[in-house]
Each structure stands twice: as C-alpha cells, then as structure tokens.
C-alpha cells in the first residue's frame, strides 16, 4: 500500500504566499509523474500543475507565472509554492502520484482558502 499526505493548507489573504507540500510513504519501487489538482465548490477537478520524474513541469493556464511545482526524490514530496494568491485559487487541492506498478493515488485534500 502506497497513500500520499498533504500539509500547509489554511486561510491567507489575497497577494499572500502559501507552500503545500505531499508525502507518499508506503512500500515504494518508484514514482512517476507527480501533481496537484483542485476542486472548488460546484466545479470539476482542475489540473494545476504536474511533474515528471526527471523534473519537467506542466502548469494550468489559470494559476501560471504564480504557482511552482517542484519535487524532491529522495523524499518522496511534491510541493506546491504558491504566491500572488487570488480568492480564486480557493478550494480543496489534492496530491496525485503514479506509482509504478500500482498506479495513480489521490491524497485527501487539503483546503486552500483565500480571502478578498
């Protein structure tokens, strides 16, 4: 069994600065690509940013320029710098991970809420 832990959501205001961050644990042989999504209330999950093993990033049109994905290997973490936040940013974000061979595991997400 794999499972992914995400920490350093909460409340902030807007302009204001945050860093999530995810840790897998479990019985680990290797991990794929690594990302962070979100869903706000009455929407669809959105694609915020993902990356690969090796370090190559992909980042959703809405949260560019801002947000920063990076990973550390040895530990097994993705984070999530995120500055210039907007009320708009507010929702649950989750941590996803392919592990090899198991497959794709959600976190539980972790609330980001930014006020006006």
């Known amino acids: 069994q794999v499972q992914l832990v995400e920490s350093g959501g909460g409340l902030v205001q807007a302009g204001g600065s945050l860093r999530l961050s995810c840790a897998a644990s479990g019985i680990i042989f290797s991990i794929n690509d690594m990302g962070w999504y979100r869903q706000a209330p009455g929407t669809q999950r959105e694609l915020v940013a993902t990356i690969t093993s090796g370090g190559s990033t992909n980042y959703g049109d809405s949260v560019k320029g801002r947000f920063t994905i990076s990973r550390d290997n040895a530990k097994n973490t993705v984070y999530l710098q995120m500055n210039s936040l907007k009320p708009e940013d507010t929702a649950v974000y989750y941590c996803?991970?392919?592990?090899?061979?198991?497959?794709?595991?959600w976190g539980q997400g972790i609330q980001v809420t930014v006020s006006s």
């Open positions: 996803s991970a392919y592990f090899h061979p198991f497959g794709i595991r």
